[in-house]
């Protein structure tokens, strides 16, 4: 059932209800009414009983023609009683309303014969009360109809904007995120307009960000296979290639000891630096030292060798109980301290940084501050920026930065535990 069908249902009910309580009370006091009526009239049926059974000639049928709630019949010598001068709903609603005692019929047979009888007759009021039930009625259907066409009106406005809504929804769902709403006179419709041009506008912002993402993730791609070409060929190919010839000279030199002595430092010298620079390589692709060591104890070996490489102070403090993490995890926090202390050297002119790693609750909490320039927030993220908040969200943290020029830089990072894959 659609949502103007399930207000019509539920309106109509109740309608239907309050209705059924207006005649309820309608039918008792209408009930109370007739009965003081008749109790009124009862005393005129009894005074017109004792007057037939002291003189019943004085009791002419132009007397009683006229009595108010008062029924008189005169039959002849043999003729029956006819049936109550009301119609049936009436005659129900005088059962209804009144006690059975009220509505009998009292007789009287005459000396010539002739049978005289005497009953209320509340038909009167019954019908005046049938009349105001039936006004009742007219009345609430009016109002019902009525209450409908508006809620009509009204409502075919709203589903009209739900009608947009649902279109422009499914438009964005398609990837168009230019759709926008139009705003219309109802407060609601305008706010609701409001918060999805909002939506689309942040949904077109996290697309174009998301596109730039990877094209300069592409780069970075491009940039580094080229670097690791470059070094490949002109640091470690050129060490091979002197060892290669260094061992082809041995061969030729066999026979001179000193010279074989000499060629052999060499070798020594080169293989001791293409293992440095293998080493190095490794280190910058895949940090192989989480794999032997906690987190801890590899963020200290990081922040030395960055503070022996940069030249600006480098402090680390890590609290007690830390967790043991998964590699996973481990990674994505070695490569985020990684990424903070590569802004630090490229970006904040510092000359220190301190780094603070420390259980908090149920979590971990990660605080990497520089003494540098600073800048004025907010600032459009860069590829580095944006890798750490992708780092963040992979461990369901929450990052957050803070900065004043000429006060430095803070990152602060909040991790639950429980998060954690």
């Not at 009016?142 to 929804?169: C, H, K, M, P």
């Not at 060892?243 to 052999?264: E, G, S, W, Y």
Request: one cysteine or more; proline letters at 4%.
């Amino acid at each position: 059932m659609s949502a103007l069908g399930r207000i019509n249902l539920g309106v109509s009910l109740l309608f239907a209800l309050v209705t059924l309580l207006g005649l309820l009370l309608l039918a008792r006091q209408a009930s109370h009414d007739v009965r003081r009526e008749l109790l009124a009239a009862e005393a005129v049926v009894q005074y017109l009983g004792e007057v037939v059974q002291r003189n019943p000639a004085s009791l002419r049928p132009e007397l009683t023609d006229n009595l108010r709630h008062i029924r008189v019949r005169w039959l002849g010598a043999g003729e029956s009683s006819a049936a109550p001068a009301a119609s049936g709903l009436e005659y129900w609603l005088a059962a209804q309303l009144l006690a059975p005692d009220l509505l009998r019929v009292r007789s009287w047979t005459l000396e010539d014969g002739r049978q005289l009888q005497i009953a209320l007759d509340p038909y009167d009021e019954i019908e005046e009360v049938q009349d105001s039930l039936l006004q009742l009625l007219l009345l609430s259907a009016f109002a019902l109809a009525l209450s409908l066409l508006t809620i009509r009106f009204a409502v075919r406005r709203g589903l009209r904007v739900l009608d947009e809504l649902l279109a422009a929804l499914n438009q964005v769902g398609a990837g168009h995120f230019d759709t926008r709403l139009q705003h219309h006179g109802l407060a609601e419709a305008q706010r609701l307009a409001g918060h999805f041009n909002a939506m689309a506008t942040t949904l077109q912002q996290v697309q174009a960000d998301n596109a730039e993402l990877t094209q300069a993730l592409l780069e970075l791609q491009e940039r580094e296979r080229t670097r690791l070409g470059q070094t490949l060929h002109d640091d470690l190919g050129q060490y091979l290639s002197g060892i290669r010839a260094q061992a082809c000279l041995l061969k030729v030199i066999a026979d001179r000891p000193q010279q074989v002595q000499d060629t052999a430092c060499l070798l020594d010298d080169n293989c001791e630096r293409l293992q440095q620079g293998f080493r190095r390589l490794i280190r910058e692709l895949y940090p192989v030292v989480l794999e032997r060591l906690q987190l801890g104890p590899a963020l200290q070996q990081l922040a030395a060798d960055w503070q022996q490489a940069q030249g600006i102070r480098c402090r680390l403090q890590l609290g007690q109980r830390l967790p043991d993490l998964p590699l996973a995890s481990k990674a994505h926090l070695y490569r985020l301290v990684q990424e903070a202390l590569t802004n630090v050297a490229r970006h904040a002119d510092a000359s220190e940084v301190r780094i603070r790693l420390q259980r908090r609750g149920r979590g971990l909490r990660l605080l990497v501050r520089d003494n540098g320039r600073g800048t004025a927030l907010p600032l459009r993220p860069g590829i580095g920026l944006r890798s750490m908040r992708e780092r963040s969200r992979s461990l369901g943290g929450e990052l957050r930065l803070h900065s004043r020029p000429q006060a430095g830089w803070a990152l602060c990072l909040n991790i639950p535990l429980e998060t954690m894959p």
